[in-house]
């Protein structure tokens, strides 16, 4: 029922790529930056990437972001077993009470 | 360096009220837009309200589970904001952060919210 759709869960190797999609529509995405959050087991969330592609003091380059039209995506490379976690896009939403919107939450395993 | 820690959470009946504190360090309050985010148990992140820096008019905006019923407040000399929440509701529980979600970022532990008769 999120605004945003996210795919429930994602999965691949150690050492491998995953990307993790996240769609929404214009009154949201297509019209605001888009951020996402990593929230690792038991703890409270973290932001990874903000306006759409940028990345705040401290994260990794194997972490990306990028937005094209009303979705977005979020890339992780080199995957390690530490980056096993729920990983949440949001944006500002022009078109609903509810001012910022989250997805749903994509569940990542690194078999 | 942004730190938020969180106090005030516990068990209420339903219709009753409790407040959310948020002590906040390594940035001015006032000049942040802040934002309440919850967590139902189990569930993904919900956004609860917000209120903007004092520059931009300090207004605050809620989502629509819960407008009327909660407030969001600042201490500015505190560098302390506040969620209110009055007339709880069963589905109301839930882990509450208060967060800056604008970068650099940053987020309270978390406080969790029970409400049950």
């Known amino acids: 029922q999120s605004v945003l759709t996210q795919p429930p869960s994602v999965s691949a190797a150690p050492g491998q790529k995953v990307t993790i999609s996240c769609s929404g529509g214009s009154s949201n995405i297509g019209g605001n930056y888009v951020s996402w959050y990593q929230q690792l087991p038991g703890t409270a969330p973290k932001l990874l990437i903000y306006d759409n592609n940028k990345r705040p003091s401290g994260i990794p380059a194997r972490f990306s972001g990028s937005r094209s039209g009303t979705s977005a995506t979020l890339a992780i490379i080199g995957l390690q077993p530490g980056d096993e976690a729920d990983y949440y896009c949001?944006?500002?939403?022009?078109?609903?009470?509810?001012?910022?919107?989250f997805g749903g939450g994509t569940r990542l395993t690194v078999l | 360096e942004v730190q938020l820690v969180q106090s005030g959470g516990g068990l209420v009946k339903p219709g009753e009220s409790l407040r959310l504190s948020c002590a906040a360090s390594?940035?001015?309050?006032?000049?942040?837009?802040m934002s309440w985010v919850r967590q139902a148990p189990g569930k993904g992140l919900e956004w609860v309200g917000r209120i903007k820096s004092k520059a931009a008019g300090g207004t605050t905006d809620f989502a629509a589970p819960v407008t009327g019923r909660f407030t969001i407040s600042r201490d500015d000399s505190k560098n302390m904001l506040y969620l209110q929440m009055n007339s709880l509701k069963t589905e109301d529980t839930a882990v509450y952060y208060c967060?800056?979600?604008?970068?650099?970022?940053?987020w309270g532990q978390g406080i969790l919210v029970t409400v049950s008769s």
């Open positions: 390594g940035f001015s309050i006032v000049d942040a837009w």
């Open positions: 949001g944006t500002w939403d022009s078109g609903l009470t509810s001012l910022w919107v």
């Open positions: 967060t800056k979600l604008a970068a650099p970022g940053g």
